[in-house]
């Protein structure tokens, strides 16, 4: 792989300087002692794009051309919309160097226009140093926006009347001046529903004195979440002023808007519906929809909660519906509250290779776990880039190398039994054709064989569980966020030499039974946390069922 870089013309700024050596490259003072040599030429006129192909403004400037002169060593010319499209560019030449999959000579940009992330789940919120840390990740993986929405922190949803504390604000400011280095957007976000009467003008006036203090902060983009409260309104002036809570949600959110468009027409606002899934036509949903400025942005989560699929119909419903393509909220690789025994780190799958063309954009709910939900993201963000291309396993392989590094190997198959969540179209593919295979062995009679096959898995997981645990690892917070999840992974090669020494005569059904009771369905499914989802404990499950005596 080439190891420096020279920008031959152009001028590095301290961004793109971090970034390169970020991704373990060098920056080259002489040409000649450069293995890559960069021209950038600012030069819009030159990036012919289709009029009709819909892009925003800030794809418009996330434009770029990458042409190919010369390979050793490499020389290319990148020609760009604008600052945005330098960045972009220097991704592709990222992922083509490590890759050699390049796109040359054709004017390339990210389909979907808002390519996000959101700090959205329930539970300890991301450290100051993890969100600043994920800024840097998420702009080398072309995402644009980064949502602040965590449930549990205070400031957000239980105390937003009160002003911002110094610290606060502090952490906020130095979260924006990062982003804006690198082209990406922050949004802040508050969650009063919980607690506001909507016809108070005091409270009206202190939700918008808590959003124009992140304004004053550098923070442009808004987002009003009102998802996860009670479906009636709670107080009676509130049901005489409106009648209804759609009415009293869209009489806010106009408020809102109005208050901040008054001080700069360039803020952007989006709004968290009570209702957030479904078919897209729900009554609240039509009210709520056809009462908002076209202006703002409705998030959605698709048919369910955590949907395993978003298509291009029901983004289409949605759209027809409220009058806007829809801002989707998609909840994985989220893993609170029924979920926190998963860990989530597999693949982006199940969302329409189109969807670009009906919707304002994904915005990814994360994870409590920062590291782990890196690899995730990093898939989203191969999607968000080329839907139409993309591989969910090869995304998931690179992903994987990028975060695990030299433990990416061992990392992987671990990561191949530990997939379950609601995209998961297998559970433990590699476990699934072990036992596939012992079992053929136990019905042909050869209980040897069939032996030998789980104990040799066992001992696969039991290299692979210690390698990763060894103390020296390339990613500590991977490992560290990922141990209880190893830890299970391990358990897991106990559980087949249990069975093995069942099937063998090694050890009596009583002793089987009290040993791998921990393991079966019924206990898996509550125990936490979930590796190999349902494929061991049903395995189990049948083994126990078995009369192996003879």
Known sequence: ???????????????????????????????????????????????????????????????????????????????????????????????????????????????????????????????????????????????????????DEASQRWDWRSLL????????????????????????????????????????????????????????????????????????????????????????????????????????LAVCPLVYHGMGDEPYVLELGRSLHPRIDLFWTGREICSHRLDLADAAIFMRSTRRPPLYWDNYPVNDVAMVGELHIGPYRGRDRHLYRLSAGIAANASDRAETSKISFATIGDYLRDPESYSPERSWRAAINEVAGRDADAYMRFAENAQWSCLATVDAPSLGDVLAK????????????????????????????????????????????????????????????????LVSGGISPEIARGVLRPMTHQAAFADHPRVFADTLSMFIDDVLAQDWSD
């Open 165 to 268: 504390s110094d610290s606060d604000k502090e952490r906020i400011a130095e979260i924006v001046t990062r982003a804006q280095g690198h082209g990406l957007s922050i949004m802040c976000c508050v969650s009063p529903g919980l607690s506001i009467r909507y016809s108070d003008s005091g409270d009206r006036q202190a939700l918008v004195d808590r959003m124009l203090q992140f304004y004053r902060l550098g923070v442009k983009r808004i987002g009003l979440l009102l998802d996860d409260i009670p479906e009636e309104l709670q107080f009676d002036e509130d049901e005489a002023a409106y009648g209804s809570i759609a009415a009293a949600h869209g009489a806010l959110a106009t408020f809102v808007a109005q208050q901040l468009w008054a001080v700069d027409p360039d803020i952007e």
């Open 438 to 501: 012992a079992w053929l062995q136990f019905g042909d009679g050869d209980s040897v064989s069939g032996c030998r096959t789980l104990t040799d898995f066992a001992d696969e997981i039991d290299r692979t569980a210690t390698s990763l645990l060894r103390g020296d690892s390339a990613n500590p917070a991977l490992i560290e966020q990922s141990r209880p999840w190893i830890e299970q992974y391990a358990r897991g090669a106990a559980a087949l030499r249990q069975v093995a020494a």
């Open 1 to 151: 792989m080439s190891r420096s870089w020279f920008l031959r013309t152009g001028e590095w700024t301290d961004v793109l300087r971090r970034s390169v050596e970020r991704w373990g490259y060098q920056v080259a003072d002489v040409q000649g002692d450069a293995d890559v040599v960069v021209s950038v030429r600012v030069d819009p006129a030159q990036l012919a794009l289709d009029i009709d192909s819909g892009v925003t403004l800030r794809q418009w400037d996330e434009r770029f051309r990458l042409d190919i002169e010369s390979r050793d060593p490499w020389g290319m010319t990148l020609t760009v919309a604008g600052d945005l499209g330098i960045r972009s560019g220097f991704n592709a030449i990222r992922r083509g160097l490590e890759t050699d999959e390049w796109t040359l000579g054709k004017t390339a940009y990210a389909k979907f226009g808002q390519r996000g992330v959101l700090e959205g789940f329930y539970g300890p919120p991301w450290s100051h140093s993890e969100r600043l840390d994920m800024v840097d990740f998420l702009a080398d993986h072309d995402f644009n926006l980064f949502v602040l929405a965590p449930k």
